[in-house]
């Protein structure tokens, strides 16, 4: 069904090919993924599926790629449009139209599909991805992870033989997560639909993969073979794969429930080794105790017309006093287009502490973050600072401006007040390989997510809000950013982070707090409320449980 021939594929002013020597084929009715680390090519070899490489995005395509017969050299992205259905990392991107409904039509308007067809394939589609409570909703108005689904669901309905799909789990909760891989899964098998995906999120979907495209590194040939065969020699693998590695177990696990299989003997010796398994996981010590000190809060400040008026940071006069908390948050609501975001929520945030916000999509965590740092103002209750605080939202483009990577850390220092080259020492910590004279747009989506992240991170803000901050990492991108956000928290730096990354908020969080239709359901040390949650355990809780063991790192710790 698609057929790569040695094709390579070189942007116009880049040196090198961004890929070379890719040659697979992916026959009709599989599902094949496509893994690396991030920047080695993967988004454009999905570009090359759909024609939007080389006729959207410039360069110069050799070798030869086919869908369904057809050369995409010599047919556009409008010419492949019956056949191929296209979700990139960026859903804003994808939409044409305001409301849920509208968008999910589109297509097969463009097709010309009979009126009554395509009321049925939206009912269907509405159905299959849990939109129907959203069907009349303004796109505008949804969290990142409805609009994720809505843009998956826009290239489901016209029926596509081909689907190419760019991370496409990456803003989506565990549960809605499964139900989308689901549907792939059942769209593959029943109607022999074609599936080639990049998902950096292996331990979600490397189970449901009949082949996995490995590209390893920038500028070289990919290789192709089965999960087990690839994950034996990938640089990426999820965690269950990880722990298969440690245990030496042969062959490989690819799912929780294989391992907890071969886990036996495993749990056995961290039993024996409990006693001297981390105390205390997901608690602070030495933390001075909460107050309940009532403050008036800050206002923000207040917008410009300047680039450098940059909304998602927010800072606070020095208090005479260290305060106790970095936020405290005291029965807060807030009411967006006349829905009821949060209710009554209660929180208080310490110094040095990592809380991870987790929840389903439309829980409300974005809208906690935004009110956090006065991007959204309080109906009722009150936030009160101790501090400066700084934003990293979803999109990454509503903090980045400049025409380089050295342009935007030159801004960055002086909108800080910090000494020239400051930001550009924290790039390089996380993207190493990063030149000054990168354009932010030529990025990938995780680049383009750290890059901001080191912008926020130029002012030290005492209190660091991310928002969905591993979306578009590989695994080495995110070990990156967690012992970056480990020495912040250790210097006294308070973290919310909302996330639906489990793996992270089992590495990085002292306590996660799960909301759902906009109240505080569970709030507590991290091992506490992640094993308890089928949903929200990390793939080595579920392997070990009972015990209450959260990362491969832990348990290599217990054994060594």
Request: aromatic residues 2%.
């Amino acid at each position: 069904m698609i057929r790569f021939e040695n094709v390579s594929v070189t942007y116009d002013g880049a040196a090198e090919p961004t890929v070379q020597g890719v040659d697979f084929e992916v026959p009709e009715g599989e599902l094949v993924l496509l893994v690396g680390p991030s920047g080695v090519g993967k988004s454009t070899v999905l570009g090359a599926v759909s024609g939007l490489v080389p006729h959207f995005t410039g360069g110069t395509l050799r070798g030869r790629v086919t869908v369904a017969g057809r050369d995409t050299r010599t047919h556009k992205p409008r010419e492949l449009a019956d056949v191929v259905g296209t979700v990139g990392q960026d859903p804003l991107s994808h939409f044409v139209t305001d409301t849920v409904e509208d968008e999910l039509a589109y297509g097969m308007e463009s097709l010309g599909l009979a009126p009554d067809v395509m009321r049925r394939r939206v009912e269907e589609t509405l159905d299959l991805l849990g939109l129907t409570d959203l069907r009349s909703r303004s796109i505008a108005t949804l969290s990142g992870g409805q609009q994720q689904r809505v843009a998956i669901g826009s290239v489901l309905t016209p029926h596509p033989s081909v689907l190419v799909l760019d991370e496409p789990t990456s803003a989506l909760d565990p549960a809605a997560a499964e139900e989308v891989l689901a549907v792939l899964q059942r769209l593959v098998h029943d109607l022999g639909t074609t599936v080639l995906m990049a998902e950096h999120r292996l331990e979600r979907v490397v189970q449901y993969a009949d082949q996995v495209v490995l590209l390893s590194s920038p500028g070289t040939a990919p290789i192709l073979g089965t999960p087990a065969e690839m994950m034996a020699v990938s640089p990426v693998y999820p965690p269950v794969v990880a722990l298969g590695r440690l245990a030496d177990w042969t062959p490989l696990p690819l799912t929780v429930r294989d391992a907890r299989r071969r886990a036996a003997d495993l749990r056995e010796q961290l039993r024996q080794r409990d006693s001297i398994a981390p105390q205390g996981r997901g608690e602070l010590r030495d933390q001075p105790q909460r107050t309940r000190t009532r403050q008036q809060p800050t206002p923000p400040k207040p917008l410009g017309e300047k680039p450098t008026d940059r909304r998602w940071f927010k800072r606070r006069r020095t208090p005479t006093q260290p305060p106790a908390y970095a936020a405290e948050v005291q029965a807060l609501a807030v009411t967006r287009d006349r829905t009821q975001a949060l209710r009554h929520v209660d929180l208080t945030v310490t110094p040095g502490e990592t809380i991870a916000l987790m929840g389903r999509n439309g829980a409300g965590k974005s809208t906690l973050l935004n009110t956090l740092v006065g991007l959204v103002k309080p109906s009722a209750g009150a936030v009160t600072l101790g501090g400066a605080v700084g934003l990293v939202p979803q999109e990454p483009r509503d903090l980045l401006y400049a025409d380089t990577v050295a342009a935007e850390c030159t801004a960055a220092d002086a909108d800080a007040s910090a000494a020239p080259g400051t930001c550009r020492t924290l790039v390089s910590e996380l993207l190493p390989d990063i030149s000054d004279d990168t354009h932010p747009r030529d990025l990938s989506e995780g680049q383009r997510l750290t890059l901001a992240l080191a912008v926020v991170l130029t002012a030290r803000p005492s209190l660091l809000l991310l928002d969905e901050p591993t979306r578009g990492l590989d695994y080495a991108a995110k070990a990156r950013l967690v012992t970056l956000l480990r020495d912040l928290a250790a210097q006294g730096h308070a973290i919310v982070l909302a996330t639906h990354d489990v793996e992270l908020a089992a590495e990085l969080a002292h306590r996660v707090v799960l909301l759902a239709e906009g109240e505080v359901i569970a709030d507590g040390p991290a091992a506490d409320v992640v094993v308890a949650s089928p949903s929200f355990a990390p793939q080595v809780a579920k392997i070990l449980a009972p015990q209450k063991w959260l990362t491969v790192a832990e348990v290599r710790e217990a054994l060594a």
